[in-house]
């Protein structure tokens, strides 16, 4: 039986393989082959653990595709192939382990009665190790549009938002009492380990008694500036 596993960079693996007449005295050997083909790269051996179910280990070197080919023997050096098993194929997609990621927050935007009102978005890089961290530079919010493809950025205090404390940046959008009934998108760039990252979340601006109604529906509390 073919199946898929997902493992990280590093991760030890068991490879399994049963033996359907439950065969205690045969010889698995696993033949690991990259996405680029030709010879294996590595092979594990599977030794018999309990009726018919051989299992053995693998650490997975690198981020990439494998396939695993799970070849039964008669002989403990592995020169002759059972003729009354097959072989089964195991695809093994790696990983890079654990990633950076930037975290965003976006509160309801309600346009309020009168006057304006300044919303704070949040935004939070956390680094490999799942700790708060820098990116190389400056996170940007460098654009903000509505669902026509309308620039809002005007409403933004600043594209490059600001750094309040490791891993932690914050801009302010303010919505007026005359704005749209509309959907916004925002895109943020920033840079890890020299390329250039985007991540894209959106938002809308909604009236006062429609932002509760959606509050209590849903059961999120807006986030507003202090």
Known sequence: MAFTILANVGETIPLYHRLEDGATTKF???LIHDDI???PIATAAL??????????????????????SLIVYDDAGFTTKSLRVGEDI?????NAGNQSALLVSIPILERPPSGSFPYKI?????????????????????AVENQGGADKSANLDS??????SEG???SVYTVDSTAQIEQLVFTFSFTVN???????ETASVLDTTAGGDEIKASGLNPLRSP
């Open 47 to 68: 030794p018999h653990v309990s009726d018919g179910l051989y299992r053995g280990w693998w650490i997975v070197p690198s981020a990439k595709k494998f396939s695993v």
């Open 90 to 94: 195991d695809i093994v997609i790696a």
């Open 168 to 170: 932690r940046y914050e």
């Open 37 to 39: 083909g030709g010879a």
């Open 122 to 142: 949040l935004a939070l890089f956390q680094g490999p190790e799942g700790t708060l961290a820098d990116p190389d530079g400056e996170v940007i919010l460098h």
């Open 194 to 200: 020299g390329a250039s990252m985007t991540k894209v």
């Open 28 to 30: 698995v050997r696993a």
């Open 159 to 164: 594209t490059t938002m600001t750094r309040i």
